[in-house]
């Protein structure tokens, strides 16, 4: 499957929304390729997905269309809480149209597939963060807010994970805050970033691998993609959307060090 992670980090007086997951695709291999969050087009917002691509890839596909086609989605004129409930609608909508089932089939399978939805809204003025999952007794997919962790965290800090190893994940997050005496600190650093690395590098944990790939999402409605050094800087290979780039390949994104989170210009392969 995978890891996907979405969190507001506080960086000094002012708050970013990151999501980053892994770039493994599985189901009998191991490809590390995978491009698993998507930008939405409309600066404010991203979809990020764990589990089955045959069932991820139409609905997050058409989501982005839909949001093309659309003058007021695209301009953000309609608001990232009402998109939410379009983005429900039209998932529930394309699986409803799924047919030619097996014999003696009346309903496809469960969809084996959820989602992040994160983005900025302007009207509450504030990074949201939703879990998208398929509920089998309704037979469909159904929002949920991310936990602040109250009674964890007291309820400053604001992220999810979905995937693989989630429980796990959530407790790495809590020891991260723990060891380092910010339990009731305001807002996260990149711990959950550091844990999906760790998970990733992790031999015993086959179904999470390959580059990381990291967006944010400033206040300012701007969603930036990052270039990341893979497996270390010092390697000096460079991917992009879960992907090692050619040693020619270039593009106009700063480079992010996995292991030190500085981001720079890239130090392109000679």
């Known amino acids: 499957m995978t890891l996907v992670a979405a969190w507001v980090r506080q960086y000094a ?24 969050i998507f930008d939405l087009g409309r600066g404010d917002s991203l979809i990020a997905f764990a589990g089955d691509t045959a069932d991820a890839y139409p609905l997050m596909q058409q989501l982005q269309t839909a949001i093309k086609m659309h003058p007021q989605l695209l301009d953000r004129s309609i608001d990232l809480t009402e998109l939410k409930g379009h983005v429900l609608r039209i998932f529930n909508s394309m699986w409803e149209s799924i047919t030619s089932l097996p014999v003696g089939i009346d309903q496809p399978d469960p969809a084996q597939a959820r989602f992040i939805f994160a983005g900025y809204s302007w009207r509450l003025e504030s990074f949201k963060i939703w879990e998208l999952n398929f509920n089998k007794s309704s037979g469909t997919f159904v929002l949920r807010e991310a936990s602040m962790h109250r009674k964890r965290l007291g309820g400053n800090k604001y992220f999810s994970f979905i995937g693989d190893n989630v429980k796990k994940a959530k407790y790495c997050v809590y020891e991260k805050l723990r060891n380092t005496n910010r339990m009731r600190a305001k807002g996260l650093a990149m711990e959950p970033f550091e844990v999906l690395v760790e998970f990733i590098r992790d031999q015993s944990m086959p179904s999470i691998g390959g580059p990381p790939q990291i967006y944010k999402v400033y206040r300012h409605l701007n969603t930036l993609p990052y270039n990341i050094y893979w497996p270390n800087k010092a390697a000096r290979t460079i991917a992009f959307g879960g992907r090692i780039l050619l040693p020619y390949e270039r593009n106009k994104f700063l480079a992010f060090d996995a292991d030190t989170h ?3 210009t890239p130090e392109w392969p000679v």
Not at 13 to 23: F, K, R
């Open 13 to 36: 007086s002012h708050q970013e929304l990151y999501v980053a997951s892994d770039s493994r695709l599985n189901g009998g291999r191991a490809w590390d390729i995978g491009s698993k």
């Open 262 to 264: 500085e981001v720079a």
